[in-house]
């Protein structure tokens, strides 16, 4: 979903939805879990940020 959305953020409503098939719970530290995890899996080739200016979440690959 994420690599989907090119430079358009993601709400952690839309990814809970996409991945649980639930409704977002909001304190839920599920979507910020599994984002940190993905983090550390991408490596330095991806950043993956919250975008407070657009309230999501956006996954970036690094120039190489």
Request: charged share 30%; no cysteine.
């Given at each position: 979903m994420l690599a989907r959305n090119g430079r358009r953020p993601v709400a952690a409503e839309s990814l809970f939805g996409a991945v649980w098939g639930g409704e977002f719970e909001y304190g839920s530290?599920?979507?910020?879990?599994?984002?940190?995890?993905?983090?550390?899996?991408?490596?330095?080739?991806f950043l993956l940020e919250f975008d407070d200016a657009e309230g999501?979440?956006?996954?970036?690959?690094?120039?190489g």
């Open positions: 530290s599920a979507v910020k879990t599994v984002v940190s995890r993905l983090r550390r899996k991408l490596g330095e080739g999501g979440y956006l996954l970036t690959e690094m120039p």
